[in-house]
């Protein structure tokens, strides 16, 4: 398997996006103080258990780890808006914080203000904010991808259940704080951190017994952490299994999973190649994608989970892989693009497939 995926801070932003930019609403009228934040895993739509062809619908989750890119953030919503699809963001705490404030974070045996993707500037926090409000409203869902993003032998695997508690709580300060820190006045947070209902761990690590413990007591509802396979999802701990999942690189030999991060280091152990190059892997990773489209529908229409960054890595090649397979995608009769909290609700309200 390949090594795990890992984020950078504040990717460049070397590549504009082609589509329309939704408007970015105004921070100072969003986030009115008094105002109850909303919830952060909104489920407006319904799924019919069956389709016509007597098979459930083939959901395709797409997902998102950090979710601080300001101009990826109007990239997506503009290209869920085109297809109709809803789509999970794993924030990072961070993103909401000013780095002013950074030592207010104390990280599990690292020092006070660590953060290995480091730190919102005012500007940018409330700017973030505002947008993770409007997303919402749009149906889309935000979840939880930590703080620090530790990863590694001195990172998140070590951490206790007590440990991923304090940082968990952590996370719920920068949502409610980080704006009105950013803003020098009382703003509301962008939603409420107590309803968010899953997590996927930096680098897809950590004891999972430790932190799954956590989330049952927060009351959430699904992990999207653990790597796995094409299949029916089940719940492990208490919780819902949403993995990452495991394929073939097309034209290779080669097993990956689902993530953009795994998919580059699978083509070329994650070194940007020559923007030549960037066309024949965004095609490879597009059969990929499509590849395992197909092993769903053969299987009985399992859900289809892929994870991507707020990123512009080897030319981009991963973001326009993504974007041009959701546009072919999301609006085929079949398939219902997702978001993981959507899901939850399909499976319980349905129960889980005989496969």
């Not at 460049?12 to 930019?21: D, F, V």
């Not at 695997?157 to 996370?171: D, R």
Request: hydrophobic share 35%.
């Amino acid at each position: 398997m390949s090594p795990p995926p890992r984020t950078s801070g504040s990717p460049s932003a070397t590549q504009q996006p082609t589509t329309p930019s939704p408007s970015e609403p105004d921070p100072s009228n969003t986030l009115t103080p008094g105002t109850k934040p909303p919830a952060a895993a909104p489920v407006g739509r319904t799924f019919p258990a069956r389709l016509p062809n007597g098979k459930p619908p083939l959901f395709v989750v797409v997902s998102f780890d950090g979710a601080g890119d300001l101009v990826l953030w109007s990239r997506w919503r503009t290209i869920a808006q085109q297809t109709n699809a809803r789509m999970t963001f794993f924030l990072s705490g961070p993103y909401l914080y000013p780095e002013k404030y950074k030592t207010d974070y104390r990280p599990p045996r690292l020092k006070p203000g660590a953060s290995d993707i480091g730190w919102g500037d005012p500007d940018k926090v409330l700017r973030r904010a505002a947008v993770l409000r409007q997303a919402i409203a749009e149906g889309h869902e935000i979840g939880t991808h930590a703080n620090g993003h530790f990863c590694g032998t001195k990172g998140i695997n070590s951490w206790t259940a007590v440990q991923w508690k304090s940082e968990l709580a952590a996370f719920d300060r920068m949502v409610t704080s980080g704006p009105t820190l950013a803003a020098g006045k009382p703003l509301a947070a962008p939603f409420d951190p107590s309803t968010v209902e899953g997590m996927r761990t930096p680098c897809l690590e950590g004891n999972r017994t430790a932190y799954r413990q956590v989330m049952r007591e927060r009351g959430m509802q699904y992990d999207a952490s653990e790597p796995g396979y094409i299949a029916w999802p089940k719940k492990e701990d208490g919780l819902w299994n949403f993995p990452l999942q495991s394929v073939k690189l097309a034209g290779t030999g080669r097993t990956t999973l689902t993530m953009d991060y795994n998919l580059w280091y699978a083509q070329n152990k994650a070194r940007e190649a020559p923007a030549a190059q960037a066309p024949k892997l965004k095609a490879q990773v597009l059969a990929t994608y499509r590849s395992a489209l197909a092993g769903s529908r053969a299987a009985g229409n399992p859900p289809l989970f892929l994870g991507n960054h707020f990123n512009r890595w080897n030319n981009s090649v991963y973001s326009d892989a993504m974007q041009a397979f959701v546009k072919e995608t999301c609006t085929q009769p079949d398939v219902r693009c997702v978001s993981n909290s959507e899901l939850v609700s399909w499976l319980q309200k349905n129960g889980v497939p005989k496969s």
